[in-house]
């Protein structure tokens, strides 16, 4: 049976307090690692009593692969979290990156400010209610629809499921998207090249000049259209 607790305040980065049966109690991050070891863990404070959770946060599916696909379009990727160095280091060895922990929102906001500044375009990915701020610092960001709603709605973008395979092709859907909206640039600047010139001096019939216009329209969706196997 769920607890009654009143006057809930939320503290960004350490976690929730509140009152029950007259008693200040809270939920958040542990004062002292030492217990905990390398788990992720939370500690629950009632009065003078401190009792410490610990539990264990499985990989996302295809994380790995995730990783190795953005490695190979060029993309470097890392890890910045509010848990403490001792639980994100098995992680940060299994994806073979390097993590920033131990951060609070704003922490994460100077990270990708720091980046940015750089000359970096920064694609946040996250599910948590301190990534919110993140996500939406971020050049482009995305969150899982297992995010909280803060994050869902500081996000550009929400991907389903629980796999990160969505994040490559969101990449990969991005930059054909550019290069093909680049080539319709430049058909249609050929077309007005060659046609408005033949136009003037009299050489295209209004016939003509309809059909070729209709063609040149075609051309372009067509162009458009490769796009769907860029999600492959």
Not at 46 to 54: G, Q, S
Request: aromatic residues 2%; glycine residues 10%; charged residues 15%.
């Amino acid at each position: 049976m769920a607890a009654d607790v009143s006057d809930l305040q939320e503290m960004a980065g350490f976690g929730v307090a509140g009152r029950w049966r007259n008693g200040v109690v809270s939920l958040g991050r542990p004062e002292t690692a030492s217990a905990a070891g390398s788990a992720l863990s939370v500690e629950l404070k009632l009065a003078e009593v401190r009792v410490l959770l610990m539990f264990e946060d499985a990989l996302r599916p295809e994380a790995c692969e995730t990783i190795q696909q953005l490695q190979a379009l060029g993309i470097e990727s890392g890890i910045i979290s509010g848990d403490r160095a001792e639980a994100v280091a098995p992680v940060a060895r299994s994806l073979g990156l390097t993590a920033q922990t131990g951060m609070r929102p704003e922490d994460k906001l100077a990270a990708i400010a720091r980046l940015s500044a750089g000359g970096e375009k920064v694609l946040m990915v996250g599910d948590g209610l301190n990534d919110g701020p993140a996500l939406a610092a971020g050049h482009a960001s995305l969150a899982p629809a297992s995010a909280s709603d803060a994050g869902q709605n500081a996000a550009d973008a929400v991907f389903m499921g629980d796999s990160l395979r969505p994040v490559v092709i969101a990449i990969r859907v991005a930059r054909a998207t550019q290069a093909i909206v680049r080539q319709n640039f430049v058909l249609a600047i050929g077309y007005n090249a060659i046609a408005v010139p033949l136009a003037i001096a009299g050489q295209v019939t209004p016939l003509i000049a309809a059909l070729a216009m209709s063609g040149s329209s075609l051309i372009v969706v067509a162009n458009a259209l490769r796009l769907k196997g860029s999600a492959q």
